[in-house]
């Protein structure tokens, strides 16, 4: 495979690095297997501990030197890794594509989120500014500004296993931050391949050896960076389990967190939907990554005038989809990332049977010439009522919950009634329904769309949401101030010192 000797990947790859340095190995190797056809791509060697201290080590003497390069001078940096990612987007799309399993048009479309990011921090990196105010007291002024954090620890999932990491990684480094990334087990040589490119660049402008490093191996590599107290911050994206033990872990120690973790989303359908925008949202939000992002479409919330017509048109819509390769261009969706997600996939459905859910089209497992690797399932949508246990739980799977609603109000109050609350949609062309979806009493959602699915961000906006989803902010907007710590400052200028308050203390 081309894309992989382009990328400078290879049977055995060393995995802890501190940019151009990369460890011996001295523990076992991860062995990275892909879900399309279930060979072997590669194998890169986990971190032992005693690497781990030796990392950390070396993070923390190159942010006494990188924190002082001019923020612009960052940006630049950053730059030149965008111009990086343009020229390899074809080859490491597709090495996200065959490593995770995604289709090829969202292997590049997630390589293009990485460039997008990297213009943004280059922007970014000339506007990191505080606010100034005026003082109570007679000849001061105040100011806030923002510093550094030190060692930003992240943590990404396997189902964007390059994306997720430079929305951090990019906005950190303009901050002026190093960063440690443990990226998933599954999805290492895509790791691997973005330390390698990026090291590249690093070397050449002289950045400081260990503002870039890469930590590969299990959970506990990631805890060792959450119980850790040099690592000022830890961003973390995975399930709502994980955040739960790392959140214990960080704020046992006051550490600061940022955790994107799970999503059970829903798309509301009122009868002023344009059913030609809604049905491709739903049905892309649904089998898009196949079920495997956090803002997958996992119910779909349909008023009862529209019940049946949108029910059909799903089924039609759901024949017309390509499972196979995604390598092919042409593929809507590829294989689950493993065994383990095509079983729980299964026990999905198992549940949703005896909870009463009645399958509109059916689910199951792809056997045959193509579908050897044993990860490829059918999509399927089932009737449900909206307080099954099982639609309560995010499954990352192509499922698809089908239920019916009779006013805004309560269609708004099934789509909050889940522990989650990252992302929401309303299919409506009436004014008043898509303003009260977005109000106070709307949406409790960290994204809240209108006339779009629930899935695909754009990285100007911050990303994230609320409830078991953690709370954290990723990516654009204002996001970057999760990588810094706010300083205000107060300057007398005066040859007196009056007080605040107008507090008296007289002496000599």
Same mark, same amino acid.
């Given at each position: 495979?081309?894309?992989?000797?382009?990328?400078?990947?290879?049977?055995? %790859?060393?995995?802890?690095?501190?940019?151009?340095?990369?460890?011996?190995?001295?523990?076992?190797?991860?062995?990275?297997?892909?879900?399309?056809? *279930?060979?072997?791509?590669?194998?890169?060697? +986990? @971190?032992?501990?005693?690497?781990?201290?030796?990392?950390?080590?070396?993070?923390?003497?190159?942010?006494?030197?990188?924190?002082?390069?001019?923020?612009?001078?960052?940006?630049?940096?950053?730059?030149?890794?965008?111009?990086? #990612?343009?020229?390899?987007?074809? &080859? $490491?799309?597709?090495?996200?594509?065959?490593?995770? *399993?995604?289709?090829?048009?969202?292997?590049? *479309?997630?390589?293009?989120?990485?460039?997008?990011?990297?213009?943004?921090?280059?922007? $970014?990196?000339?506007?990191?500014?505080?606010?100034?105010?005026?003082?109570?007291?007679?000849?001061?002024?105040?100011?806030?500004?923002?510093?550094?954090?030190?060692?930003?620890?992240?943590?990404?999932?396997?189902?964007?296993?390059?994306?997720?990491?430079?929305?951090?990684?990019?906005?950190?480094?303009?901050?002026? %931050?190093?960063?440690?990334?443990?990226?998933?087990?599954?999805?290492? =040589?895509?790791?691997?391949?973005?330390?390698?490119?990026?090291?590249?660049?690093?070397?050449? %402008?002289?950045?400081?050896?260990?503002?870039?490093?890469?930590?590969?191996?299990?959970?506990?590599?990631?805890?060792?960076?959450?119980?850790?107290?040099?690592?000022? #911050?830890?961003?973390?994206?995975? +399930?709502?389990?994980?955040?739960?033990?790392?959140?214990?872990?960080?704020?046992?120690?006051?550490?600061?967190? #940022? #955790?994107?973790?799970?999503?059970?989303?829903?798309?509301?359908?009122?009868?002023?939907?344009?059913?030609?925008?809604?049905?491709?949202?739903?049905?892309?939000?649904?089998?898009?990554?196949?079920?495997?992002?956090?803002?997958?479409?996992?119910? =779909?919330?349909?008023? &009862?005038?529209?019940?049946?017509?949108?029910?059909?048109?799903?089924?039609?819509?759901?024949?017309?989809?390509?499972?196979?390769?995604?390598?092919?261009?042409?593929?809507?969706?590829?294989?689950?990332?493993?065994?383990?997600?095509?079983?729980?996939?299964?026990?999905?459905?198992?549940?949703?049977?005896?909870?009463?859910?009645?399958?509109?089209?059916?689910?199951?497992?792809?056997?045959?010439?193509?579908? &050897? +690797?044993?990860?490829?399932?059918?999509?399927?949508?089932?009737?449900?009522?909206?307080?099954?246990?099982?639609?309560?739980?995010?499954?990352?799977?192509?499922?698809?919950?089908?239920?019916?609603?009779?006013?805004?109000?309560?269609?708004?109050?099934?789509? %909050?009634?889940?522990?989650?609350?990252?992302?929401?949609?309303?299919?409506?062309?009436? =004014?008043?329904?898509?303003?009260?979806?977005?109000?106070?009493?709307?949406?409790?959602?960290?994204?809240?769309?209108?006339?779009?699915?629930?899935?695909?961000?754009?990285?100007?906006?911050?990303?994230?949401?609320?409830?078991?989803?953690?709370?954290?902010?990723?990516?654009?907007?204002?996001?970057?101030?999760?990588?810094?710590?706010?300083?205000?400052?107060?300057?007398?200028?005066?040859?007196? $010192?009056? =007080? @605040?308050?107008?507090?008296?203390?007289?002496?000599?």
């Amino acid at each position: 495979m081309n894309f992989l000797k382009a990328l400078d990947l290879h049977t055995d %790859n060393p995995g802890v690095s501190t940019g151009t340095h990369w460890f011996p190995g001295e523990t076992e190797k991860i062995v990275s297997a892909s879900p399309v056809d *279930g060979r072997v791509i590669g194998s890169v060697f +986990s @971190a032992s501990e005693a690497q781990y201290q030796q990392v950390v080590a070396k993070a923390q003497e190159a942010f006494t030197i990188w924190r002082t390069w001019p923020a612009p001078k960052r940006g630049d940096i950053v730059r030149q890794i965008g111009e990086a #990612l343009r020229q390899k987007k074809d &080859e $490491l799309g597709k090495l996200v594509s065959y490593e995770m *399993g995604k289709s090829l048009q969202e292997g590049w *479309g997630e390589v293009q989120e990485m460039i997008d990011i990297c213009d943004f921090a280059v922007g $970014l990196s000339r506007q990191l500014h505080g606010l100034t105010m005026h003082s109570e007291r007679p000849g001061h002024r105040m100011y806030e500004q923002y510093h550094p954090l030190g060692i930003v620890g992240i943590i990404s999932a396997f189902n964007f296993p390059v994306a997720v990491w430079s929305w951090n990684a990019m906005l950190a480094w303009v901050c002026g %931050n190093v960063c440690i990334w443990k990226p998933s087990e599954k999805t290492t =040589l895509c790791a691997v391949a973005c330390q390698k490119m990026v090291a590249e660049i690093f070397e050449k %402008n002289e950045v400081p050896e260990g503002v870039c490093n890469l930590l590969p191996g299990d959970k506990t590599a990631g805890e060792w960076l959450a119980a850790d107290e040099r690592i000022a #911050l830890v961003s973390a994206t995975g +399930s709502t389990k994980m955040g739960k033990a790392v959140a214990a872990t960080v704020g046992q120690r006051l550490g600061k967190q #940022l #955790l994107e973790l799970g999503g059970n989303n829903a798309i509301i359908i009122t009868p002023e939907a344009d059913l030609q925008i809604a049905i491709p949202a739903a049905a892309f939000g649904a089998v898009g990554t196949a079920g495997q992002r956090c803002t997958s479409t996992r119910r =779909l919330i349909v008023h &009862e005038t529209l019940y049946e017509a949108v029910k059909d048109r799903l089924v039609k819509a759901y024949g017309q989809l390509k499972i196979g390769d995604p390598l092919h261009p042409d593929t809507h969706m590829g294989p689950l990332i493993d065994a383990a997600a095509v079983q729980a996939y299964h026990a999905a459905i198992e549940a949703c049977r005896s909870q009463g859910g009645q399958f509109i089209v059916e689910g199951g497992a792809l056997e045959g010439s193509g579908f &050897e +690797s044993g990860c490829y399932v059918k999509p399927c949508i089932a009737e449900v009522a909206f307080d099954l246990p099982i639609v309560q739980t995010e499954t990352f799977a192509p499922i698809l919950y089908l239920m019916r609603y009779n006013t805004l109000e309560e269609a708004i109050a099934i789509q %909050n009634s889940v522990p989650q609350g990252l992302s929401s949609s309303i299919m409506t062309n009436n =004014l008043r329904e898509a303003e009260q979806f977005l109000s106070a009493e709307g949406s409790d959602c960290g994204i809240a769309n209108v006339n779009i699915g629930t899935s695909g961000a754009e990285i100007g906006g911050a990303f994230g949401g609320e409830k078991e989803t953690g709370g954290g902010r990723e990516s654009g907007s204002d996001a970057w101030k999760n990588y810094m710590r706010r300083q205000t400052n107060t300057i007398n200028y005066s040859a007196r $010192l009056p =007080l @605040a308050q107008g507090i008296r203390f007289d002496i000599g």
